[in-house]
């Protein structure tokens, strides 16, 4: 999976990479999709979510840029695999938010039980981000609203990263990078991608049933 979805196609992050390699995917992916837990393509996880495909979670780690200590908000935990990924890297703080309860109960149940037990875990709207432990040094976002939410802008740290995917639910989405600089966001259109809408009151839709 690593040398052939992931190298292959530009990450170069070693850490990133480690991680990768060492974390059993297939114990995050729904037992009957097992069989495409390795595979490079999302993998439905119920509630209308998804486990981003394991090159998109690579390249979207690396793109936080992340150093010893920082502080990183992860907006919509799901399997609880981009989580697990972030702290696998072992030397980042790691916050996740997941609005759907039943996701935000089955991912605490899995890190835990893998031993992820230093993760910062909460049930909640992530477009409002996670002000009582703001501000961050980077903020990745899994499902797409349609544009940059306020809060989680407001939320970085001075040169901190924000990775999110941007674009209308079913429409052309694009992957941008807004670094906090002074105050102003410096943007970085990334190209297209597709994710999943990001869900709740600030962006008008409702979580799947």
Not at 16 to 24: G, I
Not at 79 to 106: D, M, N, P, R, T
Request: proline residues 7%; hydrophobic residues 40%.
């Amino acid at each position: 999976m690593v040398e052939y979805t992931i190298e292959a196609r530009g990450v170069t992050s070693e850490d990133v990479l480690r991680v990768m390699r060492t974390l059993p995917r297939h114990a995050f992916v729904p037992a009957e999709h097992l069989g495409e837990a390795y595979a490079d393509h999302p993998v439905p996880i119920g509630y209308g979510q998804t486990i981003s495909q394991p090159y998109i979670v690579a390249w979207m780690t690396e793109l936080l840029d992340l150093k010893s200590g920082e502080k990183v908000l992860e907006i919509g935990t799901g399997s609880g695999y981009q989580a697990a990924v972030l702290a696998g890297l072992g030397y980042v703080e790691v916050y996740s938010i997941e609005i759907i309860s039943e996701l935000a109960e089955s991912a605490a149940a899995r890190l835990g039980a893998l031993g992820y037990l230093q993760i910062n875990l909460t049930q909640g709207d992530g477009y409002y981000g996670w002000s009582e432990h703001a501000p961050f040094d980077a903020i990745l976002v899994t499902a797409a609203p349609d544009h940059l939410p306020a809060p989680l802008a407001s939320q970085l740290a001075e040169g901190g990263r924000l990775v999110i995917p941007i674009g209308p639910p079913g429409g052309y989405q694009s992957l941008w990078k807004f670094v906090n600089e002074g105050g102003e966001l410096t943007a970085y259109d990334l190209g297209g991608v597709a994710f999943a809408p990001l869900t709740g009151e600030g962006t008008g839709l409702q979580p799947s049933p």
